[in-house]
C-alpha cells in the first residue's frame, strides 16, 4: 500500500473506532462515512506539509463533524409511533455525541484556529440547510448554490485557510455532482428528496400537492433541470482538473469516474 492509501487507511479505522456505538447501533442505522469527502480532504492537507498527527487530527475531527450533520440530517418531523420516536430521539443523541467527540479532539489538542474555522463551516451549513429545507428561494441558481455550499463548506475551509489555489472548484463540483445524482436517484425511485422538493415549489408555484402528484412530463421536466446542471459541473469539474498542478492517482481516478459518468436523463415511463 502507498504512503497516500495508508494514510487514508489510518483516518478511516480510527474514524470508525470512534464512531463505534453497540448500544445506539440498535435502533439507527450504523452511520456511513463519505469516503469521497475523506479522499478530498485528505488530498487537500496532503498539499500542505504537515505532519502526520496534525493531519490525522484534522481528518479525523472533520470526518465526525461530517457525520454528525449527516445524521441530523435523517431526522425526519412526520408523525410516528413510540418505536419510531425512539428511533428519531436516538439519531439527534448520536449527532450530538458524534459532534461532542470533534469537540472533545480538538480540544485535547488545543487547536483554537481549528475550531474556528470548523466552526464557520458548520454555520455556512446550517444557514444555507435552512434556506433549502424552508424552500426560501426565488431562483433555481441560488438554490443549487446553496446546495453546493451545504456539501463542500466544511472542506472549503481548509482550502481557504491554506490557500490552495484551484482546489475549491474541484471539492464544490465533484461533491455538487454526488449531491445531486443523489437526489435525482431517490426523486425517481419515490424516495424523500429536498433538491427536487424545493424546485417543485419554484418550478409549479401553483400545484399544491406532492411530488408524487406531478404528472409524468412535469416530473421528467424537473430531472431534466438536474441533469443540465449535473452536466455544467462535470464540465467544471474537468476544467478545474486539468488547472491543478499536481493531482494524487486515487483522487484522479474518482474525479475520471465522476466525470465519465453517463448523466441519462431518468424519465418516468408512462404504465400500460
Known sequence: MGDFQRKIADVKEK?????LHPYMFQFINTPVLDEDKLLLLVSILDQC??????????????MLLQVALDTHEQVTNTSANNEVLKQRQLTVLAGVYYSGL?????????????????????????????IVYQKNISEIDTLMNNV????????????????????????????????????????VQKKSSIVFDALHTL??????????DLS???QNYLILICDRYIEFSKQLLEKAKKELPRINELLDSRITSI???KTVAKTFVEEG
Not at 506539509?49 to 472533520?62: F, G, H, P
Not at 491554506?162 to 437526489?183: M, P, Q, Y
Request: hydrophobic share 40%; proline share 1%; net charge positive.
Open 102 to 130: 470533534y469537540y472533545k479532539l480538538l480540544a485535547e489538542c488545543n487547536d483554537v484556529q481549528a475550531i474556528r474555522m470548523l466552526a464557520q463551516g458548520i454555520k455556512t451549513i446550517n444557514d444555507k440547510k435552512i
Open 49 to 62: 506539509k504537515l505532519s502526520n498527527k496534525v493531519l490525522e487530527n484534522y481528518s479525523i475531527t472533520t
Open 203 to 212: 418550478i409549479f408555484p401553483k400545484h399544491n400537492g406532492s411530488l408524487k
Open 216 to 218: 409524468l412530463e412535469q
Open 148 to 187: 453546493k455550499l451545504i456539501e463542500s463548506s466544511l472542506i472549503d475551509q481548509f482550502t481557504d485557510y491554506f490557500r490552495l489555489v484551484g482546489w475549491n472548484g474541484i471539492v464544490e463540483n465533484f461533491l455538487f455532482i454526488k449531491r445531486l445524482s443523489k437526489e435525482k436517484d431517490n426523486f
Open 259 to 261: 466525470i465519465n459518468q
Open 15 to 19: 474514524v470508525e473506532e470512534r464512531l
